[in-house]
């Protein structure tokens, strides 16, 4: 029956959740845990959190899939529902045990991809009910905050600041947040950092302060 589902998958997974619960309910439960383990059960999970299924979610952790599985880089199902702005999946998610701080390859966290697509809602929900961490940077040094400031998006700002983002944080060339707004000419988002406290005046190189842009 796996066998057969892999293959049906192969062609896309419009189907696959139909066929899961079907599997599932065609074998008894103390086989379960050996079934969720197929990468077609990865895919139906990745399937329902971009299409905000929550309750899909939900029964597919409940017959044992991984919440946490990541795939070849390093995302996992949560990075999937951030990414596609699905609030209720994110919510069915982390009450199912899903690590909100979860680094993919690139050194991020889901809270990156709420900051990079402009969720200010979903980045209130994964800061101040999961407590996701505002300050980890990526392998780059990059944190949420200098992305939400590179693309003007005030309100994140606004919302990672208040949850305790490091304004003045700099990525590894020396540029910040208020820097950068200020070169794309990202004025709302500069206006909410200068508020939130920004220095207006310096940049930090390696630690080091050093004069304006």
């Known amino acids: 029956m796996l066998k057969e589902l892999e293959e049906r998958a192969a062609g896309g997974r419009a189907e696959l959740q139909n066929l899961l619960r079907a599997l599932l309910l065609q074998l008894p439960p103390a086989e379960w845990a050996a079934a969720v383990r197929a990468p077609v059960f990865h895919k139906a999970l990745v399937d329902a959190a971009e299409k905000g299924d929550a309750d899909a979610l939900r029964a597919l952790?409940?017959?044992?899939?991984?919440?946490?599985?990541?795939?070849?880089?390093?995302?996992?199902?949560?990075?999937?529902?951030?990414?596609?702005?699905?609030?209720?999946?994110?919510?069915?998610?982390l009450d199912s045990g899903a690590t909100v701080?979860?680094?993919?390859?690139?050194?991020?966290?889901?809270?990156?991809?709420?900051?990079?697509?402009?969720?200010?809602?979903?980045?209130?929900?994964?800061?101040?009910?999961?407590?996701?961490?505002?300050?980890?940077?990526?392998?780059?040094?990059?944190?949420?905050?200098?992305?939400?400031?590179?693309?003007?998006?005030?309100?994140v700002v606004r919302v990672l600041a208040e949850a305790g983002a490091d304004v003045d944080h700099a990525v590894k060339d020396g540029r910040t947040p208020l820097g950068v707004a200020r070169t794309n000419r990202q004025d709302a988002a500069?206006?909410?950092?200068?508020q939130a406290g920004a220095t207006e005046d310096v940049r930090k190189v390696h630690g080091v302060v050093k004069r304006r842009y």
């Open 190 to 194: 500069a206006k909410a950092l200068v």
């Open 101 to 155: 701080d979860c680094v993919n390859n690139e050194g991020r966290t889901p809270l990156f991809m709420a900051a990079r697509n402009n969720y200010p809602d979903i980045v209130e929900t994964l800061v101040r009910k999961a407590g996701a961490k505002v300050n980890h940077a990526d392998n780059e040094g990059y944190t949420a905050l200098f992305l939400a400031a590179e693309y003007g998006y005030s309100t």
């Open 61 to 93: 952790v409940s017959a044992g899939a991984g919440v946490d599985h990541a795939d070849d880089e390093g995302c996992t199902a949560l990075f999937a529902a951030t990414h596609n702005g699905r609030a209720d999946a994110i919510r069915a998610l």
